[in-house]
């Protein structure tokens, strides 16, 4: 983490937008927020772009509008705020009946066909990414310079690493850290649907020579691409719920010993999986940024351990919560097939919060990300640079 610090281009911005899959809903109406604040068709205020997951979907979003910000949130907003489960994988009878014969068929009966399965389909959200995103604007922003880099991480499965697949105007120097590399290359339509496929639940894709599953794996370091990339300040948009701020009476007794339900368990290891990770790299970038300001920088060298700026925006309500209010959204096929789990219970809200691509859980989300944002208005304002 230490070599990350140093500054590679002054003033340069990023933006960080962590995975989650519906959850991701939130990053919307936090960045209509930034761009109420920009003046009119304003250009990308991030020259470095990062995400992971669904985050990665925002981010190439953003990244092939950089011409015009405001526009880019306004198209992001109009997808989000009517979404449904079916445009992001099969909720059918027919489709889910296959699909479970297919995973059983693999896993439980052992008559592998060669090809990775997963619990769900989600052929319709390719199908609706390959149609909503040019990603031939991404090398367009960055020849007229909306843009520095553009990135997406995916988790190799037979390497164990988490790559950080980046796209920029120019030569930017791959790197090599513990279990985590930086791979320059024209990003795609499969490294959106490496990024986004969440284990177990989405199958994974095949790049090159390696299968890739979601990017919040093992990611260890969610800010240190934006940092390669050459940023000293980020913008963080998280999805993590934060317990401090969950009322007390709402929290699970220990007086009542249940078991926990499958939903339950999922919930947590996919918690661990999307939200542990960016709370422990906030704390060591903070803990660099105490040890940079007691180490002297060489006054002409220009090198030297620089702090960080970061601001973070999360939710301010646990979407575990809300996401229980809006289960019987779910669509009833999904809500049968989910139901031994616990899922449909709401003690599986935490589950169902990634889940739940419908408009109602969506549009509730984007409502908190522009409380949440607006609640930063001047933080946001002050950084960046519009007092």
């Given at each position: 983490m230490v070599e990350e610090l140093w500054s590679k281009q002054r003033d340069c911005t990023a933006l960080v937008l962590s995975g989650g899959g519906a959850r991701a809903a939130y990053q919307v109406g936090v960045l209509e927020v930034i761009a109420e604040l920009l003046p009119n068709h304003s250009g990308n205020p991030f020259p470095v772009i990062c995400g992971t997951s669904a985050g990665a979907i925002n981010a190439i979003a953003l990244a092939t509008n950089a011409a015009d910000f405001p526009d880019g949130v306004a198209r992001m907003q109009a997808v989000w705020s009517n979404f449904r489960c079916s445009q992001v994988?099969?909720?059918?009878?027919?489709?889910?009946?296959?699909?479970?014969?297919?995973?059983?068929?693999?896993?439980?009966?052992?008559?592998?066909?060669?090809?990775?399965?997963?619990?769900?389909?989600?052929?319709?959200?390719?199908?609706?990414?390959?149609?909503?995103?040019?990603?031939?604007?991404?090398?367009?922003?960055?020849?007229?310079?909306?843009?520095?880099?553009?990135?997406?991480?995916?988790?190799?499965?037979?390497?164990?690493?988490?790559?950080?697949?980046?796209?920029?105007?120019?030569?930017?120097?791959?790197?090599?850290?513990?279990?985590?590399?930086?791979?320059?290359?024209?990003?795609?339509?499969?490294?959106?649907?490496?990024?986004?496929?969440?284990?177990?639940?989405?199958?994974?894709?095949?790049?090159?020579?390696?299968?890739?599953?979601?990017?919040?794996?093992?990611?260890?370091?969610?800010?240190?691409?934006?940092?390669?990339?050459?940023?000293?300040?980020?913008?963080?948009?998280?999805?993590?719920?934060?317990?401090?701020?969950?009322?007390?009476?709402?929290?699970?007794?220990?007086?009542?010993?249940?078991?926990?339900?499958?939903?339950?368990?999922?919930?947590?290891?996919?918690?661990?999986?999307?939200?542990?990770?960016?709370?422990?790299?906030?704390?060591?970038?903070?803990?660099?940024?105490?040890?940079?300001?007691?180490?002297?920088?060489?006054?002409?060298?220009?090198?030297?351990?620089?702090?960080?700026?970061?601001?973070?925006?999360?939710?301010?309500?646990?979407?575990d919560l809300i996401a229980a209010r809006h289960r019987k959204a779910l669509p009833a096929s999904l809500r049968m097939f989910l139901r031994g789990s616990g899922a449909t219970r709401a003690s599986g809200g935490s589950v169902v919060s990634y889940l739940l691509f419908e408009a109602e859980y969506c549009n509730e989300l984007i409502a908190l990300g522009r409380r949440d944002a607006l609640a930063k208005r001047d933080e946001l304002q002050r950084f960046l640079g519009l007092t």
């Amino acid at each position: 983490m230490v070599e990350e610090l140093w500054s590679k281009q002054r003033d340069c911005t990023a933006l960080v937008l962590s995975g989650g899959g519906a959850r991701a809903a939130y990053q919307v109406g936090v960045l209509e927020v930034i761009a109420e604040l920009l003046p009119n068709h304003s250009g990308n205020p991030f020259p470095v772009i990062c995400g992971t997951s669904a985050g990665a979907i925002n981010a190439i979003a953003l990244a092939t509008n950089a011409a015009d910000f405001p526009d880019g949130v306004a198209r992001m907003q109009a997808v989000w705020s009517n979404f449904r489960c079916s445009q992001v994988y099969r909720t059918d009878w027919p489709g889910l009946i296959a699909q479970a014969w297919r995973w059983s068929k693999v896993n439980l009966l052992g008559m592998s066909a060669g090809q990775p399965t997963s619990l769900l389909d989600n052929g319709p959200l390719r199908e609706l990414l390959g149609e909503l995103i040019q990603f031939d604007k991404i090398e367009k922003a960055l020849d007229e310079d909306h843009l520095r880099a553009i990135s997406v991480s995916a988790f190799g499965y037979q390497s164990a690493q988490s790559v950080c697949f980046y796209q920029g105007h120019q030569r930017i120097e791959p790197w090599s850290r513990h279990r985590r590399v930086g791979v320059q290359t024209l990003l795609c339509l499969e490294h959106l649907m490496a990024s986004a496929a969440i284990p177990l639940l989405f199958e994974p894709v095949r790049l090159n020579r390696e299968w890739f599953g979601d990017g919040a794996v093992r990611q260890r370091s969610p800010i240190s691409p934006a940092l390669h990339l050459g940023a000293n300040r980020v913008l963080v948009v998280g999805v993590s719920d934060n317990l401090a701020n969950e009322p007390a009476e709402t929290r699970p007794r220990r007086s009542r010993a249940i078991p926990p339900t499958l939903a339950q368990i999922g919930g947590h290891l996919l918690n661990s999986t999307f939200v542990d990770n960016l709370e422990a790299d906030l704390e060591q970038v903070e803990r660099m940024n105490r040890l940079a300001a007691l180490i002297p920088t060489a006054p002409d060298s220009g090198k030297g351990l620089r702090p960080v700026e970061v601001l973070v925006i999360s939710p301010s309500e646990p979407l575990d919560l809300i996401a229980a209010r809006h289960r019987k959204a779910l669509p009833a096929s999904l809500r049968m097939f989910l139901r031994g789990s616990g899922a449909t219970r709401a003690s599986g809200g935490s589950v169902v919060s990634y889940l739940l691509f419908e408009a109602e859980y969506c549009n509730e989300l984007i409502a908190l990300g522009r409380r949440d944002a607006l609640a930063k208005r001047d933080e946001l304002q002050r950084f960046l640079g519009l007092t």
